[in-house]
C-alpha cells in the first residue's frame, strides 16, 4: 500500500510538472524537484493540452453566452496565450527566426535571442490569423470537442518529437526535454491522446476527425522538415514550432471534410 501511495505521489508530482512546464497556473513551492520528476513530466503533457483545450473552450462557450461568435473565438485564443503565456508561439516565432541562419550553429545563437524579428513575426501573426479564421469556420457544436482534440495531440505530437529525435541545443543539462522519454512516458502519452480522440468522436464526425488526424501528422511532419535538417534535431524553440503546426493542422484537417 505505500509502494502504491509513493508511485502515485511520483505521478501527482510528475503531472504537476507537466503543469508548470506548460501553463503559467501556480504549483505549490513544496513539490520537490529533481531531474527525474521532470523527466517523467513529459509523459504527462499531452494531458495539460487536454486541459489547455477545455479551458479554451469553457471560455468560448461562457463568451458565446454573451458576445457574437467571432468575439468568443478571439476571447478564447486570448485566454489560451495568457494561460500557456504564449509558450508554443514564443516558440515558433523563435524558430522561424533561427531558421533564417546560415548554418546550424548560427540559427541556435538566433534562437537563443529573446528578440522576435522579421521571419518570426511573420509565421506568428500568420499562425494566430489562420488560427482565427479556422476556428469561426468551425461549426459551434464541434468546437469545444476540436479545441480539446487539437490541444491534447499537438502537445503529444512535441512528445513523438523528443522520443524519436535528438537535442541540438548547446545547453542540453538545463533543459528537461533534451533528456528524452522513456517508454512509459510514451505510454501514458499515447493512451492519453487515444482516450481524448475517443472522447471527441462522440462529437465530431469519423470523416472528419481522421481528416483532423491526418492533419496533425502533416503538421508534425512539416514542422520537422523545416529544423531538423538543418539542426540536426530539436530544441525547446522547435517543440513550440511542432505544437502550432501540429494544432493548426488538425484545424484545418477538420473543417476539410466539413
Not at 473565438?73 to 524558430?95: I, K, P
Not at 490541444?151 to 543539462?173: I, K, L, M
Amino acid at each position: 500500500m505505500n509502494l502504491l501511495s509513493k508511485k502515485l505521489g511520483e505521478e501527482l508530482s510528475a503531472l504537476l510538472f507537466a503543469v508548470q512546464m506548460l501553463t503559467r497556473v501556480p504549483i505549490p513551492a513544496l513539490l520537490v524537484f529533481n531531474e527525474e520528476r521532470q523527466k517523467n513530466a513529459i509523459g504527462y503533457y499531452a494531458l495539460t493540452g487536454a486541459g489547455v483545450g477545455l479551458f479554451a473552450a469553457a471560455v468560448w462557450w461562457g463568451a458565446l453566452l454573451v458576445f457574437p461568435a467571432s468575439i468568443a473565438v478571439l476571447l478564447s485564443m486570448l485566454a489560451g496565450l495568457l494561460l500557456t503565456g504564449a509558450f508554443h508561439e514564443d516558440g515558433l516565432a523563435d524558430t522561424m527566426d533561427g531558421l533564417g541562419g546560415r548554418d546550424a550553429a548560427a540559427s541556435l545563437s538566433i534562437m537563443r535571442d529573446s528578440r522576435i524579428g522579421a521571419y518570426g513575426a511573420v509565421a506568428l501573426i500568420s499562425a494566430l490569423g489562420v488560427k482565427a479564421a479556422a476556428l469561426l469556420a468551425l461549426p459551434g457544436e464541434l468546437l469545444p470537442m476540436s479545441l480539446l482534440a487539437a490541444h491534447s495531440g499537438s502537445r503529444f505530437s512535441t512528445v513523438c518529437v523528443v522520443a524519436s529525435s535528438s537535442y541540438a541545443g548547446s545547453e542540453p543539462d538545463a533543459k528537461p526535454t533534451a533528456r528524452g522519454i522513456d517508454a512509459a512516458g510514451v505510454i501514458k502519452s499515447v493512451l492519453t491522446v487515444a482516450a481524448v480522440f475517443a472522447l471527441a468522436a462522440a462529437a465530431i464526425p469519423a470523416s472528419a476527425l481522421f481528416a483532423g488526424i491526418a492533419g496533425l501528422l502533416l503538421g508534425h511532419g512539416a514542422s520537422r522538415l523545416l529544423y531538423e535538417r538543418k539542426l540536426r534535431g530539436y530544441t525547446g524553440d522547435c517543440l513550440g514550432a511542432t505544437q502550432q503546426f501540429s494544432e493548426l493542422g488538425v484545424y484545418l484537417g477538420l473543417l476539410a471534410t466539413l
